[in-house]
């Protein structure tokens, strides 16, 4: 093993999602421990400002970046130029991030010669016949270790997906730290104190569930006229969801944000928090919330129910059951010494979830894989 282990991370974009954000933070701190770090983009990026901000804070942090540039997903010759930067880089480990980035990496990784490969999933339905074989047969085959962010998306990995036990590797998200910020978000939506907020921060996609949460928020309306909700983020479904605003009567009431880098303004603000998910590893805006002591409603699914207790530090709630969601939403409203006794609850367990925990997890697997390469070839 060199003395300065060269790390890849491998990932589609800079995007304003879980899995992109963790890659930025780990990459970040690697350099502290001794790494020499590479972020690598495989699709063109929108140059937004999240983005660019991505970039600055690798750059920093001193981790370079490289962008391979494909446009789509059959844009795949652009993946030819990975297995050569791979092997005249000589990588020590390529971490991957999600399902694509997990197979390019698995294959051209291994057909470069680097020794250690971790794939890195962020949390998924198992529902998806070829995406089990392909996880299961081909990327937990060729990658030394399968990283997963809660202990239920472990036993879907190795039960469902016949990902080797001794392959499947827990480790937890974890709260990254930001720069605080000054911002008002009642003073930014023009509403008084006493406005009940209720909102989310969430790349909008599907398995967020939020046309769930905009149902639910039309019943708590009715039992209080003046509340507010708050959806902050972007996606492919927001144009979606601003439509299920208008249709269900509720879309003056509520306030779509786009992507925020100040989530601990959002957070701070909001009265209820929410996390509606599907499915979810360990939901980093869940982490946020239980920093900022935001009082959480969150669906009972995944690494959620691993990082909260229902009436201990959140209310827990079945997945896509807007009454359910309503009725927790309406109890968290009503009742300001329930709120704030399970936000200080969560903020103390959000204690478990630092990021210092994450990278020396992760700087353990990766010394350990390497030594096992090592001993490997010296066999």
């Known amino acids: ?95 991957t991030h999600l399902y694509g980035s997990n197979l390019w990496g698995a294959i051209l990784g291994r057909m470069a010669g680097v020794p250690v490969i971790v794939a890195h999933e962020h949390g998924w339905s198992y529902k998806a016949g070829m995406r089990r074989w392909v996880d299961g047969q081909v990327i937990a085959r060729l990658a030394s270790a399968f990283a997963v962010g809660s202990a239920s998306n472990r036993t879907h990995m190795i039960v469902l997906e016949g990902v080797p036990p001794e392959k499947s590797v827990l480790i937890p998200n974890a709260f990254f730290p930001r720069p605080e910020h000054a911002g008002d978000l009642r003073r930014e939506l023009g509403v008084d104190e006493d406005v009940l907020l209720v909102g989310t921060v969430a790349k909008l996609r599907p398995e967020k569930a939020l046309d769930v949460l905009l149902t639910a928020f039309t019943r708590v309306r009715a039992e209080i006229p003046a509340a507010r909700l708050v959806i902050a983020g972007d996606g492919a479904v927001r144009e979606e969801l601003e439509r299920l605003a208008r249709e269900l009567g509720i879309r003056a009431a509520t306030s779509f944000l786009g992507t925020r880098e100040d989530v601990d303004t959002v957070a701070r603000g909001l009265d209820v928090s929410v996390v509606c998910s599907d499915f979810e590893a360990t939901s980093l805006f869940a982490l946020e919330a239980m920093t900022y002591r935001s009082a959480l409603v969150c669906t009972d699914v995944g690494g959620l129910r691993e990082l909260l207790t229902d009436r201990v530090n959140a209310l827990l709630v079945p997945p896509r059951d807007p009454g359910a969601l309503s009725r927790a939403i309406l109890t968290l409203a009503r009742d300001r010494g329930l709120r704030a006794r399970l936000s200080g609850a969560a903020a103390v367990r959000a204690g478990d979830f630092s990021a210092e925990t994450l990278v020396a997890r992760y700087d353990a697997l990766y010394r350990s894989l390497l030594a096992g390469a090592s001993r490997s070839r010296a066999g």
């Open 1 to 95: 093993m060199t003395e300065h282990p060269s790390v890849w991370m491998l990932v589609s974009r800079l995007a304003d999602g879980g899995a992109e954000r963790l890659t930025v933070e780990l990459a970040s701190r690697l350099p502290a421990r001794g790494y020499r770090v590479t972020v690598c983009t495989t699709r063109v990026g929108t140059a937004n400002g999240f983005e660019r901000q991505q970039a600055q804070r690798l750059a920093a942090a001193g981790v370079d970046l490289v962008d391979l540039g494909r446009r789509n997903r059959l844009d795949s010759l652009k993946m030819r130029r990975l297995a050569h930067l791979l092997r005249v880089s000589r990588v020590d480990v390529l971490h």
